[in-house]
């Protein structure tokens, strides 16, 4: 085969890589340049391999009339075939509709496959079942040489190691880089992180040392595995992790690890030095995502020197997502309806949640921790994000050009941490513009840790959305082929500095409800049973004279307990007038109940089918004097003179867990367990925390076991959560239960789910809460009440677990 030189790309040559298609070799790079070689009429494109930082091969040329031919030179230096290696085919009758016909080993075309599109628009492959180009529309010249890529060059594997493999066959520069990385099949795979899921990370660690160390001939992904986690300092890390317990999480969507750990307990170094182990495990598992292994055992595995390459290659290419992020726009959203009802296209939440998705998903192998504002009306938007730990960078670097290894002090560190952080910020700002096209302008903070202000910010970066993608998107582009030592990015960013912004959001947006007296649109009206924010307020004036009396009688009843009896008493009955008078003089219908929080404010509707009923908030004087009484007749052990108490506590807190509570322990001492089964069961259909819910399960198994109903009660013991408060006591009373019955295994979590739901029972929360809480959410973030917003999100998180909740829900702070 004719040799296959390499040519240099110039800083602002054209090009483009293509994402990572399924059948292309693992560890190569291919995609597409432009007019690299002068003015051509006939060319579109060349198709291409990157190789190295700043090298192509060429690979085909793509003609304008619909021809890909196999070249390894431009055209300028040698004519091309007389016959095509690929064409593109048009329907006679319709010239949207045609096929790609590829050159067989006999020299014949035949079809391969479907097209549809315009080579003067964007083009897509169809297919019955989703192909690499199926799933994309490019432009005529990206997509031909996409699809030459998968149809001739990956189809024919021996060309394809020819061109990339052959180190005689390259310039003598790139020798070391293809030789380098050339995956080398390994005798039996071998699992480079076995234990770090289930091992306390400072054995883990050790562990993996140990095994690589005593390794009869360790693989080069192991060897480097050894030498990123043997830069650990592991005394060090056993102290920290006697001060703190701490969990290696992975996360899916960006493939990343994240190390869970208690801050509060940490000094800053400290903290420092778990962020800097988490970025080389992402490091390690950035190399392992590009030979194609990802978490499973290592079939094959570059040299030492080319995981080198590869860890530099994954730290260098932050920037590679800017245009991809930036397509996303036109793009569905899957958070804009969570529950029954659909946000704002372009609003509030819109934006918000878009941006969440984007950036949680970001494969940054630094801790990304982040949190935003936005102000849709004005078109702004704010990031900040915390600067890289210096100690996370690179201690040394392979150079393949020199074929030499060079050590990387400190004040490098501190260059490639600074350029990294720059690159972020350019990639936070893509974001930001692919959250909505109403975003006209966004900042870019980074922060610091400061141990008197909590954090002090290192720089700020404004980008106008029109000089973006004007100017910093096809930089951005490049920016992987650019060499880390000359801070390409940060010296760019330089012009874009930028003072910080006074204000993002209006202060109102914030206002706890009783200082926000807004209307609430119908729609929040007939959902949450209220005209006005501030009737949303649940929290008692902190100056309240009655919860000022409720603590005179609570310390009097330390030496004075019949005394303090009759305070509360009196007390109860005063506040109930006031109640009552107010209800009598409310212009519709009305509703007095007190709410411990505010959750439980917006799940209060659920309970009520009247939305003109409006909900006036008791006073929490009140709430505490009748909880007083009961539990004064219950330490007394008088259960029939507490059960009429609790039933007014219970009515006057219909969807507290802690008014449930309190009826449901009343009624098991009196044994009246269907009692019991029964508000149970209404607690179930507006419980939606984990506490809240085991609890309840807890008591209900019981009560059916008193009324002789075993398999529910086995049920629900076995639906109890794990960990919870009452977790030890139901596998202790299932373990009773399940002797009784004969029965040796419990029932599966799907089988207790379906006994139950038989029964007339769902597993909580309920639709009818999470649709609450999902419809007030985005309801209330899209008319600009982030205060009422927020609980409805944490809990939303609580329950689903997404992180982009947990982003959305700190935004809003």
Same mark, same amino acid.
């Given at each position: 085969m004719a040799e296959r030189p390499t040519y240099k790309l110039k800083f602002l040559d054209p090009k483009k890589r293509f994402p990572v298609m399924p059948e292309q070799p693992a560890?190569?790079?291919?995609?597409?340049?432009?007019?690299?070689?002068?003015?051509?009429?006939?060319?579109?494109?060349?198709?291409?391999?990157?190789?190295?930082?700043?090298?192509?091969?060429?690979?085909?040329?793509?003609?304008?009339?619909?021809?890909?031919?196999?070249?390894?030179?431009? &055209?300028?230096?040698?004519? *091309?075939?007389?016959? +095509?290696?690929?064409?593109? =085919? $048009?329907?006679?009758? @319709? #010239?949207?509709?045609g096929e790609i016909a590829v050159r067989g080993a006999d020299g014949t075309m035949r079809p391969r496959a479907r097209v549809i599109g315009s080579p003067k628009g964007p083009m897509r492959e169809q297919s019955d079942c989703e192909t690499w180009n199926s799933a994309r529309s490019l432009p005529y010249g990206e997509f031909m040489a996409s699809m030459f890529l998968r149809y001739v060059i990956f189809a024919d594997s021996e060309n394809a190691i020819a061109?990339?493999?052959?180190?005689?066959?390259?310039?003598?520069?790139?020798?070391?880089? &293809?030789?380098?990385?050339? *995956?080398?099949?390994? +005798?039996?795979?071998?699992? =480079? $992180?076995?234990?770090? @899921? #289930?091992?306390?990370?400072?054995?883990?660690?050790?562990?993996?040392?140990?095994?690589?160390?005593?390794?009869?001939?360790?693989?080069?992904?192991?060897?480097?595995?050894?030498?990123?986690?043997?830069?650990?300092?592991?005394?060090?890390?056993?102290?920290?992790a006697a001060k703190t317990e701490m969990s290696l999480a992975r996360i899916d969507r960006s493939k990343l690890f994240y190390l869970n750990f208690d801050r509060s307990l940490l000094d800053q170094d400290e903290i420092d030095t778990l962020l800097a182990i988490e970025c080389r495990l992402n490091r390690l598992s950035g190399i392992l995502e590009r030979i194609g292994a990802g978490l499973a055992p290592v079939a094959s595995s570059p040299s030492f020197e080319g995981c080198s390459l590869f860890d530099l290659w994954h730290i260098s290419k932050t920037t590679n997502d800017v245009p991809r992020l930036l397509e996303t726009l036109s793009s569905d959203n899957p958070w804009a309806k969570p529950g029954t009802v659909a946000c704002q296209p372009g609003g509030e939440w819109d934006v918000r949640t878009r941006f969440a998705r984007i950036v949680e998903a970001l494969n940054v192998v630094t801790r990304l921790d982040y949190t935003y504002r936005v102000n849709v009306v004005e078109g702004i938007m704010l990031v900040q994000f915390g600067r890289s730990v210096v100690d996370a960078m690179p201690q040394r670097e392979y150079d393949a050009q020199d074929d030499a290894w060079r050590e990387l002090d400190e004040g490098a560190r501190e260059i490639w941490a600074a350029e990294h952080d720059a690159r972020v910020a350019l990639t936070l700002a893509a974001a930001c513009f692919a959250a909505g096209a109403c975003i006209t302008r966004c900042y870019v903070q980074i922060e610091?840790?400061?141990?008197?202000?909590?954090?002090?910010?290192?720089?700020?970066?404004?980008?106008?959305?029109?000089?973006?993608?004007?100017?910093?998107?096809?930089?951005?582009?490049?920016?992987?082929?650019?060499?880390?030592?000359?801070?390409?990015?940060?010296?760019?960013?330089e012009a874009y500095e930028a003072t910080t912004p006074d204000m993002i959001e209006p202060a109102e947006v914030h206002a706890r409800p009783r200082d926000d007296h807004r209307p609430l649109p119908p729609a929040l009206r007939d959902l949450l049973l209220a005209d006005t924010a501030d009737e949303l307020e649940?929290?008692?004036?902190?100056?309240?004279?009655?919860?000022?009396?409720?603590?005179?009688?609570?310390?009097?009843?330390?030496?004075?307990?019949?005394?303090?009896?009759?305070?509360?008493?009196?007390?109860?009955?005063?506040?109930?007038?006031?109640?009552?008078?107010?209800?009598?003089?409310?212009?519709?219908?009305?509703?007095?109940?007190?709410?411990?929080?505010?959750?439980?404010?917006?799940?209060?509707?659920?309970?009520?089918?009247?939305?003109?009923?409006?909900?006036?908030?008791?006073?929490?004087?009140?709430?505490?004097?009748?909880?007083?009484?009961?539990?004064?007749?219950?330490?007394?052990?008088?259960?029939?003179?507490?059960?009429?108490?609790?039933?007014?506590?219970?009515?006057?807190?219909?969807?507290?867990?802690?008014?449930?509570?309190?009826?449901?322990?009343?009624?098991?001492?009196?044994?009246?367990?269907?009692?019991?089964?029964?508000?149970?069961?209404?607690?179930?259909?507006?419980?939606?925390?984990?506490?809240?819910?085991?609890?309840?399960?807890?008591?209900?198994?019981?009560?059916?076991?008193?009324?002789?109903?075993l398999e529910l009660a086995l049920a629900c013991y076995r639906l109890v959560p794990r960990g919870e408060e009452s977790g030890s006591s139901a596998l202790e009373e299932m373990q009773g239960l399940m002797n009784e019955m004969g029965v040796n295994e419990p029932p599966t979590f799907d089988d207790a789910v379906e006994t139950i739901r038989k029964a007339g029972l769902e597993l909580p929360p309920v639709p009818a809460v999470t649709n609450q809480l999902a419809d007030a959410a985005v309801q209330l973030v899209d008319n600009g009440f982030f205060f009422l917003a927020r609980g409805c999100i944490f809990q939303m998180w609580r329950t689903m677990g997404n992180d982009e909740l947990g982003s959305l829900n700190r935004s809003l702070g």
């Open positions: 560890g190569r790079s291919y995609g597409v340049v432009w007019k690299l070689f002068g003015d051509d009429p006939h060319e579109s494109c060349y198709a291409v391999e990157f190789v190295g930082k700043s090298h192509v091969s060429l690979l085909g040329y793509v003609s304008v009339s619909g021809e890909v031919y196999k070249v390894d030179r431009p &055209v300028s230096e040698a004519p *091309l075939p007389d016959d +095509p290696d690929m064409q593109l =085919v $048009l329907d006679e009758s @319709d #010239s949207s509709i061109t990339t493999a052959d180190t005689h066959r390259l310039d003598e520069s790139m020798h070391y880089v &293809v030789d380098k990385i050339k *995956l080398v099949k390994l +005798p039996e795979p071998v699992e =480079v $992180l076995l234990g770090f @899921d #289930s091992t306390p990370l400072p054995d883990a660690i050790e562990t993996l040392l140990y095994r690589i160390d005593h390794a009869d001939n360790p693989s080069g992904i192991e060897r480097y595995a050894a030498a990123l986690m043997g830069e650990v300092n592991l005394p060090r890390l056993r102290t920290i610091a840790p400061d141990n008197e202000r909590d954090v002090h910010i290192v720089a700020t970066y404004s980008f106008a959305r029109a000089e973006y993608l004007a100017d910093c998107v096809p930089v951005a582009k490049d920016l992987e082929s650019m060499d880390m030592d000359d801070m390409p990015c940060k010296r760019m960013l649940v929290m008692e004036e902190d100056c309240d004279p009655y919860v000022a009396r409720v603590v005179e009688l609570r310390e009097q009843s330390k030496t004075d307990r019949a005394g303090a009896f009759e305070g509360f008493s009196r007390l109860a009955e005063e506040l109930e007038a006031k109640c009552a008078v107010a209800e009598l003089l409310a212009t519709g219908p009305v509703q007095t109940q007190f709410c411990d929080n505010q959750l439980v404010r917006m799940v209060l509707p659920v309970m009520e089918e009247d939305r003109s009923v409006r909900i006036l908030r008791a006073p929490d004087a009140l709430y505490f004097a009748q909880h007083e009484i009961c539990s004064f007749y219950a330490e007394q052990e008088d259960f029939e003179r507490a059960l009429p108490e609790v039933r007014r506590l219970y009515d006057l807190a219909r969807s507290s867990m802690q008014s449930h509570f309190a009826l449901i322990n009343v009624l098991a001492r009196l044994e009246r367990f269907d009692e019991v089964i029964e508000v149970a069961r209404h607690g179930l259909r507006i419980a939606s925390d984990r506490p809240s819910i085991g609890y309840l399960f807890y008591r209900l198994a019981f009560a059916y076991w008193n009324c002789d109903q």
